[in-house]
């Protein structure tokens, strides 16, 4: 071997020599000693195969016939070039280099240590791309646990600064409806912070992100003269100024057209923009904008809540107000009515008597409308507590049926209360509960024609786990409700349509009033129909006293 053969491993490294040929694998193994290599030597695929689960390895120099093996090290192949089998199965094994044989001793050395550089740095950029991937997947991670705009720009801007060690980071978004107005900047610790107004060209920078988005391209510079140039004729003076050595200009956007831009900038040292890092920074802002997206939806959805929000309570208060001022004139009303009926000294005729009868029903309709928007306006309010005592319902339907016979008759229609087999006693609010199935009974006669039926009737049952319930049920052979308004008969000022176009009186607020009480019983109420055939509304209340003062 030559004495002057280059010692070019600048490391302790470990190679290991295949090769069935004793004078080529000595020679082999010699020039790598040479050159500072620790060298074990194999002649055949036994003690190769045996060598290769060493930990210390860092090359394999194997001739051709033995290279069909598996390992995770470098390999370099000698192979004959005049041998155009052996040529053939090296261009199909995908091995990662090849020298022919027999080799000079400078080239193999040469070749060998620069095969273990090159997957060492190979090695070494993948490595730095997956910490890089992981460190901007923490950054889309906090991008999609907020939704803030601004915190959402700050942990962008943040995230790529100290995973870029970057000097500057700028972002800004454009007028769109689609995302807030946002700015947001971050800037290594001892930096000043960069001027306001810094976009002063918003046409511009409109146009240049719209390009990129539609190229799908970021806008580079990495410090060389020729990069810095090319970026600097299409970056706005305010960014020209900062004198940037290296940048990324890479667009927010969503569809076909840009919603905003961000900067990330290095002032005074050159940098390389490898093809994984712009991929994963445009990934990243892509976050970014279906973030702000995002955000900016929930926030208008939350902006309209509110508002709704306050129409309602508005409302109910409005509501209050009203039903208190008709009270009190219809009290007085009401009491002067009975005066003049019960009057025994000034009787008057039977013709004015059947005058103040209509006044009278009239007038009842009227405080019943007072006492449903007084329910309302106290809707889930404290001061309306249920006061719960022992209730025979067959005595609640009793009475119910009794009061409204009167009124069903005026209709011509007939209420029929079947006899239950037993009255089961249930914890409730007695008064309440007796609104709840006077206004099922009531809503029956209203939508119910002449010569219709209403049947009533309640059972007592067992659910599957164990739990008693009481089930009253009101059946009327009414105009019945479409199948696409059921879902909102218990919405609260709604009517079907087929009650509007007919005329039928009412406020709809008769069966979400009846719902609340329901629910606040720990009750269920069900409701099902069939337009033109009629209505059947359930109603399950709990036996055990505890269901009920749970509530």
Do not use: C
């Amino acid at each position: 071997m030559p004495a002057d053969t280059p010692n070019v491993a600048t490391v302790l490294r470990a190679a290991v020599v295949a090769d069935p040929d004793d004078g080529r694998r000595d020679f082999t193994a010699a020039a790598l000693r040479a050159a500072g290599y620790t060298v074990h030597t194999a002649g055949d695929d036994t003690t190769l195969s045996a060598l290769l689960h060493r930990d210390d390895l860092s090359v394999l120099v194997v001739d051709s016939s033995l290279s069909a093996v598996e390992t995770h090290v470098p390999v370099l192949v000698l192979v004959d070039l005049d041998n155009q089998a052996e040529a053939a199965a090296m261009e199909r094994s995908g091995i990662r280099d090849s020298i022919s044989k027999p080799p000079d001793a400078r080239e193999l050395v040469h070749r060998t240590t620069a095969l273990i550089n090159l997957v060492a740095r190979r090695t070494e950029a993948r490595h730095e791309a997956e910490a890089l991937r992981e460190q901007l997947r923490q950054v889309s991670a906090a991008v999609r646990g907020t939704n803030d705009p601004q915190e959402i720009a700050d942990y962008v801007v943040a995230g790529f600064g100290e995973t870029l060690g970057a000097d500057h980071v700028w972002l800004t978004t454009f007028e769109d409806e689609r995302v807030p107005r946002i700015t947001a900047q971050w800037n290594r610790p001892g930096l000043d912070p960069l001027p306001d107004g810094l976009l002063t060209d918003e046409e511009w920078a409109l146009r240049t992100a719209d390009l990129l988005w539609s190229r799908a391209e970021a806008l580079t510079s990495d410090g060389s003269e020729g990069s810095n140039a090319a970026l600097g004729g299409l970056l706005p003076g305010s960014l020209r100024a900062l004198h940037a050595t290296a940048s990324v200009l890479v667009p927010m956007g969503e569809g076909y057209s840009s919603l905003g831009l961000i900067w990330i900038a290095l002032l005074d040292k050159p940098r390389g923009w490898s093809r994984a890092e712009l991929g994963l920074i445009q990934h990243v802002a892509g976050n970014a904008a279906h973030g702000l997206i995002q955000s900016h939806l929930i926030s208008s959805q939350q902006q309209v809540v509110k508002q709704l929000q306050q129409l309602d309570k508005a409302k109910t208060d409005f509501l209050a107000t009203v039903n208190h001022e008709l009270r009190t004139p219809l009290t007085s009303i009401m009491a002067y009515l009975d005066m003049i009926q019960e009057s025994t000294a000034d009787p008057v005729s039977t013709e004015v008597h059947q005058m103040l009868d209509i006044v009278v029903r009239n007038t009842e309709r009227l405080r019943l409308l007072i006492e449903d928007m007084l329910s309302v306006s106290r809707d889930g309010h404290t001061d309306s507590p249920l006061h719960l005592t022992p209730v025979r319902l067959g005595r609640t339907l009793d009475i119910v049926a009794g009061a409204l016979r009167p009124l069903a008759k005026l209709q011509n229609v007939t209420i029929a209360l079947e006899p239950a087999q037993e009255d089961p006693e249930i914890m409730g609010d007695e008064v309440q509960l007796q609104q709840v199935f006077t206004n099922l009974v009531s809503n029956a006669i209203k939508f119910t024609p002449s010569g219709g039926k209403i049947q009533v009737g309640s059972v007592s049952q067992a659910a599957a786990d164990g739990t008693r319930w009481a089930t009253v049920s009101v059946a009327d052979t009414g105009i019945g409700i479409s199948s696409d308004e059921l879902s909102h008969v218990f919405t609260r000022f709604y009517r079907a349509s087929n009650a509007m176009a007919g005329a039928v009186p009412g406020t709809g607020l008769g069966l979400a009033i009846t719902q609340d009480i329901v629910n606040r019983h720990g009750g269920r109420i069900h409701v099902a129909s069939e337009l033109g055939t009629g209505t059947t509304v359930t109603v399950s209340l709990p036996l055990d006293s505890g269901g009920n003062q749970a509530n």
